[in-house]
């Protein structure tokens, strides 16, 4: 009977015994999963890293090297003896400074005024009220499918007849109107600025150029700056345009330089020469992408914190 009325119970600290071999067994192999996965993850970003940086050191290390250094074996990573000469002769060995300054005018031009044309044209997209604004900007995308080489006749035609040609406006005039896909991130980005924003400074009297400079360029600014780098390495890096329109050395661009480098001293095996001017051409590239690095990563941070 008294079996019976008091059966037997589980105390709380039998139970919590029973409990925690079980918890305290998974927690160690979920931590070793976790530190595998990190370790693997890291391995695969450092062969990824390495990959990319090589080819860029040992550009730098050829310009450094001696003619016959370039060729010896096993390669030599580090030149021994050290060539600073290399920097000196390229400037003389062709135009490379006119091509630094004309690739320095399309360059900066283009992608100044085209992203200011894009930022207004996103904001227009995105924020005002238009007829017929849906079709325009799929049409505008549907552009981006059509390739450069089945416009590249008739463009040249074009640009022959107005007698552009062997000068630098063709290769500026196509881009100050923006670009579509800058447009299209833009307006994506601008999707999430709330409406009331606006309208409140609609009520209080601000013109669109002003609600645009003083509300909307703020918060954009970042974005702009990604898509700024993006597209100023492309410009600075085209090198199809220029051999189509230009053909005079005084108005080719810095690729076209590098390029006759490459014709030009590549028979000679003068290639510390050709890294060189290679070297000297990344370097306004690293400038910008240093200067807006911090742009780049807040539009990164704020488009991860809104999606």
Known sequence: MTALQNPPTTSPLSSAALVQPSRTGRRPRLSRRYRLGNVLVTIVLSLGGVTMVAPLLWMLATS??????????PPQWIPDPVQWDTYVRVWTSGPLLTGILNSAIVA???????????????????????????????SLLAAIMIPFPTLM??????????GLVDTLWPL?????FGNIVMVFFLRQYLDT????????ATIDGAGH???????????????IAAQFILWFMGVWNDYLAPIIYLNSPEVQTLQLVIARFNATYASQTDYPLIMAASCIALVPVLAVFVIFQKQIIESIALTGSKG
């Open 209 to 223: 150029f002003a609600i645009f400079w003083r509300l909307i360029f703020p918060i954009i600014r970042p974005a």
């Open 193 to 200: 600025v709330p409406d009331s924003i606006i309208e409140a």
């Open 108 to 138: 900066v031009s283009v992608t100044l005024v085209g992203g200011a044309a894009s930022a207004l044209a996103a904001y227009a997209f995105a924020k005002m009220r238009l007829p017929g604004k849906g079709a325009l900007f799929l």
């Open 64 to 73: 450094l090297k001696t003619r016959e250094a370039v060729f010896s074996l």
């Open 172 to 176: 500026i005039l196509p881009g100050v």
């Open 153 to 162: 006749i008739p463009q040249f035609q074009m640009f022959a007849r107005a």
